[in-house]
């Protein structure tokens, strides 16, 4: 039982380089969730899925797009990055909604240059 | 919008000795309020958590306390040990809702 299994863990972009960063759960959680972790701003909710087949934008969407590509998979896409994209990014899923406790994946240490 | 403001920032205490942390939330339609733990470079944890029906909630050494009317819910941990080291979050989220929002976090420092 891995849990949330996020890839890769460590990337460096040069500015206008666009990448996918992939997540994946094995719990059969029905919502999974992008934050980005910046130093002293806590986690904010790029987007969300709250089921397979939908999504939805958080607290900071620009610059991102996402796909639930089925229950397991919830994938956060930046078509051309910028250096305020640089941030470590979680994946989280949970049961139902803001009704439980998330589970993190490892987390992607992002820089872009 | 809403938020969770989160106090101290930064926190040291002897090991042995309790160690508290404060959130207040501003949307009164909260209900669900988690508490994770983050060691350094690794993912964040939940520990531990309370729902606006109950007043307090105990897992061994740690506690949660809420007081719905003035919108405050409190960590606390007893009996600290240097493993309690981490940067704790508290958030809040609503019911049936998806967008839990984070405090900013209070990086706690257990000495020996």
């Known amino acids: 039982n891995a849990g949330v299994t996020q890839t890769p863990k460590f990337q460096v972009l040069k500015t206008g380089q666009s990448m996918t960063l992939q997540c994946a759960q094995d719990m059969n959680h029905n919502s999974m969730y992008w934050y980005r972790q910046d130093p002293g701003m806590g986690l904010r909710l790029i987007y969300y899925?709250?089921?397979?087949?939908?999504?939805d934008k958080g607290e900071v969407p620009n610059g991102y797009n996402v796909s639930r590509l089925n229950k397991r998979e919830f994938s956060l896409r930046l078509e051309s990055a910028a250096p305020s994209q640089t941030s470590v990014y979680f994946c989280?899923?949970?049961?139902?909604?803001?009704?439980?406790?998330?589970?993190f994946g490892s987390g992607t240490r992002l820089t872009v240059v | 919008g809403e938020n969770v403001e989160q106090h101290p920032s930064t926190l040291s205490v002897q090991e042995g000795d309790s160690a508290v942390i404060k959130c207040t939330y501003s949307?009164?339609?909260?209900?669900?309020f988690p508490w994770y733990k983050q060691e350094l470079g690794k993912r964040p944890q939940l520990i531990i958590d309370?729902?606006?029906?109950?007043g307090e909630k105990k897992d061994q050494r740690i506690a949660v306390t809420l007081n719905k009317t003035a919108k405050h819910f409190s960590l606390h941990i007893t009996e600290t040990q240097p493993e309690d080291s981490a940067v704790y979050f508290c958030?809040?989220?609503?019911?049936?809702?998806?967008?839990?929002?984070f405090g900013a976090g209070t990086r706690l420092f257990v000495k020996a």
């Open positions: 309370i729902r606006s029906n109950v």
């Open positions: 989280a899923s949970s049961d139902t909604g803001g009704d439980y406790g998330y589970t």
């Open positions: 958030a809040a989220s609503r019911g049936g809702g998806f967008k839990t929002i």
């Open positions: 949307d009164s339609a909260s209900n669900y």
């Open positions: 899925s709250a089921s397979e087949g939908t999504t």
